[in-house]
């Protein structure tokens, strides 16, 4: 029974290149949060998906950011045109339908980016 | 914007002694939790605790909930080295869709 799978756990891009961060969540979970986290500080919200859908984007950069939840397939935050100030650790949690859990999220291992 | 707001921000204790962390926030919550992150890990779920309650317990952890003061308190009794980390709380609002963390306190145990 995984948990929530993330790949891949380092990925180092050059300013301009794009990054693609996956998350598979764990077995049962249909939604989907990705947080980002600098070093020595808490976790900023980015988006929230259900299958197919957005449900919360407020967290998300207006520019080249965006984030999916296909029908079939992982999870994905893209990363466009990547600048240094990207370099963070991006974590991907999932949940059960929201309220019906005594058990809050379950985190992947989080992908660290780095920008050179 | 920031919910949840963890005090003290760093927390030094011996091998055996109590580690109290408290944690305080600005709007109604349907729920708060605590997590642990160890160093350049991923966070781990401790305990939820719902809104309509005042205190709950698993095994040497006991937290707490004032929602009245908009506060909760993480008590970890007889401290291990082990658990050295990062602990956070996080919120669900009343009114939206997403659990927004804290800056998290960082406990250090000395053996």
């Known amino acids: 029974n995984a948990g929530v799978m993330q790949n891949p756990r380092h990925l180092v891009r050059r300013r301009g290149q794009e990054a693609r961060l996956r998350c598979s969540p764990m077995k049962g979970h249909s939604h989907v949060y990705w947080y980002r986290q600098l070093p020595e500080e808490g976790l900023k919200f980015m988006v929230y998906?259900?299958?197919?859908?957005?449900?919360?984007e407020s967290g998300m950069p207006k520019e080249r950011f965006s984030a999916e939840f296909p029908k079939e397939g992982p999870s994905i935050l893209r990363i466009q045109q990547v600048v240094r100030g990207d370099s963070a650790a991006y974590f991907c949690?999932?949940?059960?339908?929201?309220?019906?859990?005594?058990?809050?999220?379950?985190f992947g291992s989080g992908t660290r980016l780095t920008v050179v | 914007s920031q919910q949840g707001e963890e005090d003290p921000q760093a927390l030094s204790i011996q091998e055996g002694e109590n580690a109290t962390m408290n944690c305080s926030y600005k709007?109604?919550?349907?729920?708060l939790q605590w997590y642990r992150q160890n160093s350049g890990r991923g966070l781990v779920h401790l305990i939820l605790i719902r809104s309509n309650e005042r205190e709950k317990h698993s095994g040497r952890l006991r937290v707490t909930l004032d929602t009245s003061k908009k506060s909760s308190s993480l008590l970890i009794t007889a401290s291990r080295a082990a658990d050295t980390a990062s602990y956070f709380c996080a919120t669900d609002d009343t009114g939206g869709f997403k659990t927004i963390f804290g800056a998290g306190t960082r406990l250090f145990v000395k053996a």
């Open positions: 998906l259900q299958k197919e859908n957005i449900i919360d």
């Open positions: 709007t109604s919550i349907n729920n």
């Open positions: 949690a999932s949940s059960p339908p929201r309220g019906t859990s005594n058990y809050g999220y379950t």
